[in-house]
């Protein structure tokens, strides 16, 4: 992983936690992380460890943060799906289908990409993802699509 990389996902989970401070500061004072300079401090250090936690070998680790990641910030639907397009959906896509699934859905596949469902049939009519012998497509023709895509513009 690129050093670049590294630096805008720490950016990405920084904005994401003081974003999310900003709303609770909203209604508790003490924790506006623009007025509470140990509170930025510990956002930091939080975004380090979870960057860090994020592009680690260890697979347990990515899940758990990954699962820790999407319940904090999204505890009761699923982000859009540009979001799954920056760094932090980068690792995420990356960290899905470590209990070895072998396929996601057509509409499964379609969020992570971005794109509609129907788009899906066509990518695998075209040979840019992989039909699964048991119905979906594979996983790893997804990550590798997305992949293409992130490097086609430059991420």
């Known amino acids: 992983m690129s050093g670049e990389f590294a630096s805008r996902l720490k950016a990405q989970l920084t904005q994401e936690l003081t974003d999310l401070c900003y709303r609770v ?3 508790i004072p003490s924790v506006n992380p623009m007025t509470n300079d140990l509170l930025r401090t510990q956002i930091a250090r939080a975004s380090a460890d979870m960057a860090a936690q994020l592009t680690s070998a ?11 990641i ?3 910030f999204w505890p009761t ?14 690792m995420s ?4 289908g470590a ?12 969020a992570k990409i971005g794109c509609r469902r129907e788009s899906i049939a066509r990518y ?3 040979r ?7 119905g979906g497509v594979t996983i790893p023709s997804v990550l590798t699509y997305v992949d293409r895509m992130n490097q086609k513009r430059g991420r």
Request: hydrophobic fraction near 35%; charge should be negative; avoid cysteine.
């Open 25 to 27: 500061g909203t209604l």
């Open 58 to 68: 260890d697979d347990q680790v990515v899940a758990q943060i990954v699962i820790d």
């Open 70 to 72: 999407q319940t904090t």
């Open 77 to 90: 639907s699923d982000p859009d799906p540009d979001w799954w397009d920056t760094p932090i959906g980068h």
């Open 93 to 96: 896509l990356r960290s899905i």
């Open 99 to 110: 209990d070895n699934a072998p396929s996601w859905t057509h509409a499964v596949a379609a």
């Open 124 to 126: 695998v009519q075209r």
């Open 128 to 134: 840019k993802l992989d039909r699964h012998p048991d």
